[in-house]
């Protein structure tokens, strides 16, 4: 069965860094545009980093520009986010998303994804 597993979340001081991983199992992701979105408490689930299938156009939103890097391992089996800079209001459940037809800029604003992975928690505090 395909399927993504995020992992890599933790409790980390703001300033500090993170890199989540996203593994692909039962299929590889070359061929398709990944995205990772945020859920913070309460509020619902935004794109912030997403990368077309040929891995040269990147969108961040806006909060994250410049923090955070989106990228995949060559052999195309991972997903990763680096997180640096964090801060509190990045705290919250990351997912990975792997999508064959839409460009970044629609992975992350797409409202009707379907089939969620369990995530990984983020959280950023003192």
């Known amino acids: 069965q395909a399927q993504l597993v995020e992992s890599g979340g933790g409790l980390v001081q703001p300033g500090g860094s993170l890199t989540l991983s996203c593994v692909a199992s039962g299929f590889t992701l070359d061929d398709y545009a990944l995205g990772w979105f945020h859920q913070a408490p309460g509020k619902e689930r935004t794109g912030v980093s997403c990368?077309?299938?040929?891995?040269?156009?990147?969108y961040y939103t806006d909060s994250v520009k410049g923090r955070f890097t989106i990228s995949r391992n060559s052999a195309k089996t991972t997903a990763f986010l680096q997180m640096n800079n964090l801060k509190p209001e990045d705290t919250g459940v990351y997912y990975c998303?792997?999508?064959?037809?839409?460009?970044?800029?629609?992975?992350?604003?797409?409202?009707?994804?379907?089939?969620w992975g369990p995530g990984t928690l983020v959280t950023v505090s003192t």
């Open positions: 990368i077309s299938r040929d891995d040269k156009t990147t």
């Open positions: 998303y792997a999508e064959p037809f839409f460009s970044p800029d629609r992975l992350c604003r797409d409202r009707s994804l379907e089939e």
